[in-house]
């Protein structure tokens, strides 16, 4: 890991070293933290399918996407979405995002699409006391799609799982082939509900995509224990409110929590097929 002009870079981890890792190294791997500090920007550039996952947290002054990162050392493009897509959802207060001139108002849970070639992205709060809290993910992408706003009720609702197993959940389809046209990037959130705590259960793996976790709606004392790694050799982060971890394309990704909580996922990869995934029978899990 290492900075490059308020860009911090992640190269990616192989399976068989990964499973000699201590606590510190997976973290400082795969952990990403301090997303969403006021009037500050947070991002992170994973060489996994480069994917770039961001937090915006503007507080009286707006900010710009590429906002003091030099464009050309990180990317090699004259700007930001030059040939890359961006989703975003805001987690925190009301807010707004201008694309080009035109803005789109970002209640809580909102979520946007950005195609390739918009060369203008601004994220504003509308209350400094309760800012904006913009989740964003950005991808190469190969062709430019229309910007679309996406409330939550216009999402695609998919329910899963039971009571009995502790994983009930809602899960709500933002950049989704059944809700907009992206190029690779897709993303959604998930909710569990009252007195589950169990995600992605049963345990899969996407040998074709890879996969960022964002979890949030928890308590200061409240954690969420993601597992990850090969099925057969299994290691875990503790996760805090707000704070992502990088899936590699062999690693499961499931979590438990000490209570319900919410998450936003966003995979990259060969296709956008949400059901593509190599299942792993339970018993097959160590």
Not at 82 to 97: F, M, P, S, Y
Not at 134 to 159: G, M, R
Not at 185 to 209: F, Q
Not at 245 to 261: D, E, F
């Amino acid at each position: 890991m290492w900075c490059v002009r308020k860009m911090i870079i992640r190269e990616p981890a192989n399976s068989r070293d990964f499973k000699h890792y201590t606590t510190d190294r997976l973290r400082e791997e795969f952990l990403i933290q301090d997303l969403f500090q006021v009037g500050k920007i947070q991002r992170v550039y994973s060489h996994i399918d480069r994917i770039i996952t961001m937090g915006y947290c503007p507080g009286d002054k707006p900010q710009e996407l590429g906002e003091g990162l030099d464009i050309w050392s990180t990317l090699g493009t004259d700007y930001f979405l030059e040939r890359r897509e961006l989703g975003a959802i805001n987690v925190g207060g009301k807010g707004t995002i201008k694309v080009d001139g035109k803005e789109f108002t970002m209640n809580h849970q909102d979520g946007i699409y950005v195609g390739m070639g918009a060369k203008e992205v601004v994220f504003s709060s509308e209350d400094v006391k309760n800012p904006a809290k913009f989740y964003t993910l950005s991808a190469p992408a190969h062709k430019t799609y229309p910007n679309v706003h996406i409330d939550i009720t216009k999402a695609k609702q998919v329910k899963l799982g039971d009571q009995s197993n502790c994983n009930k959940r809602t899960i709500f389809q933002f950049l989704h082939p059944d809700v907009l046209e992206t190029c690779q990037l897709s993303m959604g959130l998930t909710k569990m509900e009252s007195g589950n705590v169990w995600n992605t259960l049963p345990c899969h793996t996407h040998e074709r995509r890879m996969e960022v976790y964002f979890y949030f709606d928890l308590s200061e004392d409240d954690v969420v224990f993601h597992l990850m790694g090969k099925p057969d050799e299994t290691r875990h982060i503790v996760m805090r409110n707000e704070e992502a971890v990088i899936s590699p394309s062999w690693s499961i990704h499931s979590g438990c929590g000490s209570t319900n909580y919410s998450f936003i996922w966003g995979m990259v990869g060969e296709n956008k097929a949400f059901t593509d995934m190599d299942g792993i029978d339970m018993k097959d899990l160590k």
